[in-house]
């Protein structure tokens, strides 16, 4: 009996392996797609290009690609070059790719490949992300200053997590009351970092205000909305009376 089910669970494994990478065959040579995944979830897919015992290996410019898809083109070719380099690959500003690679490498060279492409992508929209959440704390900032006053707000403070130390944004200090307004994406690399950043920190400040601000709550899928377990979540486009509100709900 255990024999039989060992043989079954690993047919199923076999099988779910096989579903997991995928080979097709084209005019000029192969496109495998493997389980590497970019930024919006897609599989990573590499050509492979046989000549004279070798191999040309091409993401055929799928990273740069998820990039643009997700507005971050402009960060892409400095960091998809440094990336490649440390997976031993090149970037010719369109594609990932390496030359002349022996057969005999040919799964290290898919792995490098496809690796590189899609943190490439992934590390390129992250500092997108991060640029954009800059400048809207800039603007939450100018905010909160006119509402609290200049004295009462610091645009970065250091807070105590219960594990770690965190670098806060839009820090207003009431008394000894603190609240905290940064800005959030609905990307999911913003909602994590804010979700883990604000988890911790009201581990160790439970009377904290810890405040999301994000364009549109209504936009906010339902993953996203699990921010609000452990902060408040507010409009950009709140009026003042909100902001001073939340202020002091922690």
């Known amino acids: 009996m255990t024999s039989f089910m060992d043989q079954e669970t690993g047919d199923r494994i076999a099988k779910a392996i096989h579903r997991l990478a995928a080979l097709r065959a084209t005019s000029s040579g192969f496109i495998v797609t493997l389980p590497v995944q970019y930024p919006s979830g897609a599989l ?25 898809m ?11 070059r440094n990336v490649s380099e440390d997976f031993g690959v090149s970037f010719d500003g369109a594609s990932v790719f390496t030359l002349k690679l022996s057969l005999d490498r040919l799964e290290a060279g898919l792995t490098c490949v496809a690796n590189a492409s899609a943190q490439a992508a992934q590390l390129a929209v992250t500092k997108c992300d991060e640029t954009k959440a ?14 609290f006053g200049p004295k009462n707000v610091a645009r970065n403070r250091t807070m105590s997590g219960l594990h770690a130390n965190w670098e806060a944004a839009n820090v207003v200090q009431l008394d000894e009351h603190f609240a905290v307004f ?21 581990g160790s400040s439970p009377s904290i205000s810890l405040n999301a601000m994000v364009e549109d709550i209504q936009k906010l899928d339902v993953k996203a909305q699990i921010i609000g377990d452990v902060a408040n979540l507010i409009n950009l486009n ?10 002091s709900v922690a």
């Open 44 to 68: 990573t897919t590499v050509e492979v290009v046989e000549n004279g015992g070798t191999c040309f290996l091409s993401d055929l410019g799928q990273g740069r690609f998820e990039a643009e």
């Open 70 to 80: 997700q507005g971050a083109d402009s960060f892409f070719d400095k960091i998809a």
């Open 134 to 147: 800059n400048t809207k704390d800039d603007r939450i900032f100018d905010r909160v200053i006119s509402i």
């Open 182 to 202: 940064e800005h959030m994406t609905s990307h999911a690399n913003s909602i994590s970092s804010k979700f883990l950043k604000f988890t911790d920190i009201k």
């Open 238 to 247: 709140a009026n003042d009376e909100d902001i001073i509100r939340f202020a």
